[in-house]
């Protein structure tokens, strides 16, 4: 395509410079050698229009198409709604502008139509949502359900952050038909992921690589769709931003076990999975005066306690288990705390 437009400005050149020389006969006749001076000006006519063409026609066109395509939806009906808002508003300022004598009247109304019309798509895309909302509320517009995910009408989305890849559960909740969502995977993440698999740390790279072996088994074999995105938030900075940005903008949940990404999402009313919060909420259900019998693995932190650990390692703190290490024991459930680190349970020696 490039080539044909190419070749299409070098004969434009060509008509353009045989124009000049066929009105302006006498154009070239001061010249020592007029001949070779118009073969010269023809050859930089055409010289100019094999190089300048495309960058005039098709490579602005090919960016404003890669523009569009990476809009939302919402994006580009907000644009097109905004364009001809702003041209009304234009049309109707410019009728008395042109009016005015002089140059005024023929540049001012050119100007306030690009201004408005550019300027109403910006305000319209920046508060796509908040207009939105309005027209739902005045009954413009049939508010869409929303799915489980936070994502209207369709599929639910859910953006996945980094950490929940690497933790390797999400793979066994996808499987278990718990997660039933389109995963949605930023580029970002997985050049993060990439930045951790070629770590020079053992660890990082090892569990940058469990990483992505997860992702491709998910591909591959996983029940739910997973879409790799190119969306990549300009106007937050790290990572956590942008997934914020994104599933704001999406309408998607996003799938983390990241705390602070989590606290930073919900003051902003975005819905979080939270794959530490899923463990939490799985693990037995205990209350004072519960039997548990519990292996002492070892003595605790205060004098005269043992620790044990739950098949789904919830640490269990005995009194007076400190001197029955390696042994099995029958004990009674005092307390159950909830901490930040998840659950800690209190229990005594069955009474002989």
């Not at 599929?155 to 390797?168: F, K, R, Y």
């Not at 937050?236 to 940005?245: P, R």
């Not at 005995?318 to 705390?337: H, K, N, P, Q, S």
Request: aromatic share 4%.
């Amino acid at each position: 395509m490039v080539r044909i437009i190419r070749l299409l400005g070098a004969a434009l050149g060509a008509l353009v410079g045989l124009t000049f020389v066929l009105t302006e006969e006498h154009l070239f006749d001061n010249t020592g050698s007029p001949t070779l001076i118009i073969i010269v000006w023809v050859l930089a006519w055409i010289s100019v229009g094999f190089l300048l063409l495309p960058y005039l026609t098709v490579v602005p066109a090919g960016r404003l198409i890669r523009e569009i395509q990476a809009m939302s939806t919402a994006e580009f009906v907000a644009s097109v709604v905004g364009l001809l808002l702003g041209l009304l508003i234009a049309l109707l300022l410019g009728l008395p502008l042109a009016a005015l004598p002089g140059p005024f009247g023929t540049y001012l109304p050119i100007g306030v139509s690009i201004c408005f019309g550019l300027g109403m798509v910006g305000l319209t895309v920046a508060k796509r949502e908040d207009l939105v909302a309005a027209a739902q509320a005045a009954g413009l517009l049939r508010g869409e359900s929303t799915a489980p995910g936070g994502s209207q009408g369709g599929q639910a989305e859910v953006v996945v952050d980094t950490s929940a890849i690497i933790d390797g559960r999400i793979a066994d909740i996808v499987d278990s038909g718990f997660l039933y969502h389109k995963l949605v995977i930023p580029h970002f993440v997985l050049d993060e992921l990439q930045r951790i698999a070629d770590s020079s740390d053992a660890q990082r790279r090892g569990r940058g690589r469990r990483g992505l072996e997860i992702l491709n088994r998910l591909q591959k074999d996983g029940p739910t769709p997973v879409e790799i995105v190119t969306d990549d938030p300009l106007e937050a900075g790290d990572v956590d931003g942008k997934l914020v940005a994104m599933a704001r903008a999406r309408g998607a949940a996003i799938l983390t076990n990241d705390f602070n990404l989590n606290r930073v999402a919900d003051l902003q009313s975005i819905r979080v999975l939270n794959i530490n919060s899923l463990a939490n909420a799985l693990k037995p259900a205990l209350l004072p005066g519960d039997s548990l019998r519990i292996k002492v693995i070892t003595e605790g932190k205060e004098q005269g306690q043992g620790v044990g650990y739950l098949d789904d390692g919830t640490m269990v703190v005995i009194e007076g288990g400190a001197r029955f290490v390696d042994a099995e024991l029958d004990v009674m459930v005092t307390r159950v705390l909830q901490t930040v680190m998840g659950r800690m349970v209190f229990a005594q020696m069955h009474s002989e």
